[in-house]
């Protein structure tokens, strides 16, 4: 790889990492010399680009396509012009999908091409008075070119345009302005075109003389409320009864164009096929109702209707005073639409200055929605990664740290969207910020919650709704364990673990169940699961250890009766009863474990060390081991999907302990 190669991927990556021109795999960079042509593949990010990303290709093949009569229509002709990019690869880069921008790229006569979106750009190509402001603005200097079809047609229309461009003015465009598409520069070196770049930027965003940003109020505790009311309502409806992501914002401009029911006249979520791509054809608009049943209905009415109008869910849901809900298959998907809507509406606040929005046209959208190339862009960033529970939206309490954190981890390893609530919140969020890593954005976030205490657990319950549109299961892990005797054990300390282990079970189930009826009442069909990790003390008492197994017996009666309670919503409620995990820290804690604080307690006759402790408990199991991470994860993952048990308590102790 030369210089100049190296010198473009580090532009691209830098771009790349700038939101305000690059969202996603969107834009694109080309080199090229005299017979082949490198470019972006598609799908791939700018700012990840490396020089595997590149696919080259021959510029004598490309230049023959410029020649051909391909069909009118957008979706037979850019399946050809597929064929035909494919079969223009160089030897070696058979693996490789060239992006749809390649003859785009072809046809500018530099040999360094960027295109790209930055929103500054959209708020002038996506103007009324766009052509003309780019004219005032930029002179000679620019080339404007008026809509057309994605993908060839641009590519032949900026070609038609460059020809007569250089006919009037005996030199090449290298700034091409393309409306409700983009930004095209071209350079012979890598550092002109960052400065060509940057020069179109600054110009365009002088002349929209931003104004201050509107000041936005955090929404009060009753909108937040409504807020993960509704959200779950939004989930059934928009995925018809699958359960797909919601995320609810406020935030910034999301705020103000909820803030105003005239600003959502001048947004639109049809700027560039990108933004259709993601954001859907049209923004669902739903006015605010008085009480929490009208505004149900109202919603269902409504987006209902857009479902009639427009053959697809919104992806884009504002009501009115509140904020916005955005959905999509994943959470990946919902958080894409989330960014683009923000990008759509932060441009038509721009275009304010240039005469206001100016949409794709219906018929142009409806079709570039149905292009093959746009349904795998949007499958890209809207397919999960295919576990048994994949999307599931799930809590897991007391997981930040030992058998908790390893429950998670296997739900996440599944697919799972998993809330790590626990008391130690800066673990959590540590470890949440380690798995989004290894499992992808979004895919975990971090509560703080004290399940003893109610308004603490409504708190968890509604982040993670406001954060994911619901609630599927909830595991309800977290519990606390002091060994001693009727004569050793105080009410204070009884207290403590009954709350945690007996009531804390016990609020976390009602918190849960409101989301889950919630979803019940959009999709009767759907079935949701609370799941309580109690223990083999649960099944049978434990010597020296009465206030642990009492909350233990006491959280099987809870289930017993909330699984009958429960079932007409379709939530199915069972206990997995684990033996016990040696390994973690509850058990081999050198100071506080129970291994530590049996022996101190006298539970095992002879003891005199904690191996003796751990041998004689590793003795009473028939499979002579703890229980693992996995025995039980995997207990989790029968429970939510079987369809007919419900109410049963699930031993899962090696031979231990036995059905009867």
Partial sequence: MNKAMKDLLVLANKIGNDTAQIIGSGGNVSYKEKNFLWVKQSGVEMKFLEE???VGLKRPALAAMLGE????????????VGDDLLSARMRGESEKLPSVDALLHEVMPQAFVLHSHPVVVSALVCAKNGKAAAAKLFGKKALWIDAAAPGYSTAVAVAKGLEEYKAANKKDAAIILIQNHGLVVGADSVSGLDKLNSSVLRTIAKAIKAAKPAKVKPLAEDSLKLAAALAPAVRMITSGGYGNIVTFSADGILGEVAGKAAWIKNVSTALTPDHSAYCGLAICRVEA???????YKALEKQITSHQKKYGESPRVVVVDGLGVFTAGCTRKGAERAKTMFIDAATAAKGAGAFGGVLPIAGKALKEIQNWSHMIHHRAH?????????????VIVT???QGFGQGVAEELLAEGANVVIADLNIELAKANAAKYCEEFGAGKAI???VNVGDADSVEQMVRQTVLEYGGLDVLVSNAGVLRAGGLDKMDTKTFEFMTKINYTGYFICAQKASDVMKIQHRFAPEYTADIIQVNSKSGLSGSKNNFAYAGGKFGGIGLTQSFALELVEWNIKVNSICPGNFFDGPLWSDPKNGLFVQYLKAGKVAGAKTVEDVKRSYESKVPMNRGCGVVDVARAILYVIEQQYETGQAIPVTGGQNMLK
Wanted: charged share 40%; net charge negative; with cysteine.
């Fill in 398 to 400: 007391g997981s930040a």
């Fill in 289 to 295: 109702k008085k009480d929490l049943d009208a505004q």
């Fill in 52 to 54: 595997d990303d590149l």
């Fill in 446 to 448: 971090a509560v703080s």
């Fill in 381 to 393: 960033h809207d397919c999960g990664c295919y576990g048994r529970i994949d999307e599931k939206i």
């Fill in 69 to 80: 009569k391909y069909p009118k229509g957008l979706i037979a002709r850019e399946e050809l």
